[in-house]
Each structure stands twice: as C-alpha cells, then as structure tokens.
C-alpha cells in the first residue's frame, strides 16, 4: 500500500502514534515508555536509512 509513497506511510504511522500516546496516559500515565522507545516503535523504522 505505500511502497512508493514513504512519506505516506509516515504520516499514517505519526496518526498511530498520537493515538497510542493518548491510549497510554489514559491507561497507564506512570509507567509510559519514553518518547524515543515510542518513537523508534511507530515511527523511527519507516525510514529507509537510519538516523545518524
């Protein structure tokens, strides 16, 4: 669905993103995974070469 559109495909995980951050505040607001892990999880692995 987005092999040729990456840019796409971050934005639609950026949209999963926001939503899982509201989800755990509600569920669980102390014991959150830090921004980076959240990051890396939804977002960091849709680029093709790695942050340097």
Request: proline content about 10%; aromatic content about 14%.
């Amino acid at each position: 669905m987005f092999d040729d559109d990456p840019v796409g495909l971050s934005i639609e995980m950026a949209g999963y993103l926001f939503d899982a951050t509201g989800d755990l505040v509600k569920l669980n607001p102390h014991d959150m995974p830090g921004p980076h892990v959240l990051f890396t999880r939804f977002i960091g692995w849709t680029r093709r070469t790695p942050f340097t």
